[in-house]
């Protein structure tokens, strides 16, 4: 069997003391691709490290929107030049956070934009973090143009909010959260949406899934993730594992060499 983790962050200090036993796991339950996703200038460096030295390991570059007051043309520069080396396969993550609003609405919007055209111009997808800011971020999707190449990280919308984003072009990241007893709604969206436009995350250290919650969550846990959409798909879960990581492997040119195990 074969998975991918389409995001999560290896590179913090929450797995210096157990990286390689992380690894070793994620490997044991079939991981055969992680995505490092490296989220402010400081994390790039180390998210780029642990590509070269582990197989199997790719890297997003981006600003996250609670660091947007950051974004200038320095940070800009740096984007444009860490996306030229080989372990990066997208821009993220990028996007409107309303939840702890670090910095105004405006100064959020204007970094998506900014680094949204950048995916464009340099050729990558995109990975789009939405908190609490659902309509403004589709908003500012919307207005790039379509047909855009990007993903809804830990997708928890409705069914209305999913088609919305599926009609731009879009794949849903699904995660911890779907193990989640009382995520009726996003139980739903899992059901209904077409299966060729659904990936997998752990978005570890975060997003624990059941049973583990109140624990650090770690990369080998996406296969509880694929378990949970397989149960509500009804199909085998060789099945959801190999439609997931093709969709993956598309949306983020996974078939490189140093893409995977
Ligand atoms: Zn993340």
Known sequence: MRLIDTHC???LDAFDDDRAEVLARARAAGVESILVVGFAPERWGPALRLAKTEPGIVVAIGLHPTEAARYDAE???GIRAAAAQPPVRAIGEIGLDYHWMTAPADVQRRAFERQLALARELDLPF???QREAEEDTLAVLEAAGSPLRGVMHCFTGDLAYA???LALGLS????GA???RKATQLHEVVRQAPLDRLVLETDAPYMTPAPHRGKRNEPAYVRLVAERVAELRGLPLEEVAAATSANAARLFNLEGSEATV
């Open 163 to 165: 088609e919305r984003c």
């Open 127 to 129: 990975i789009v973090h």
């Open 172 to 175: 849903l990241g699904i995660g």
């Open 178 to 180: 779907v193990t989640f």
């Open 9 to 11: 962050h290896l590179d």
């Open 75 to 77: 940070v800009e520069a």
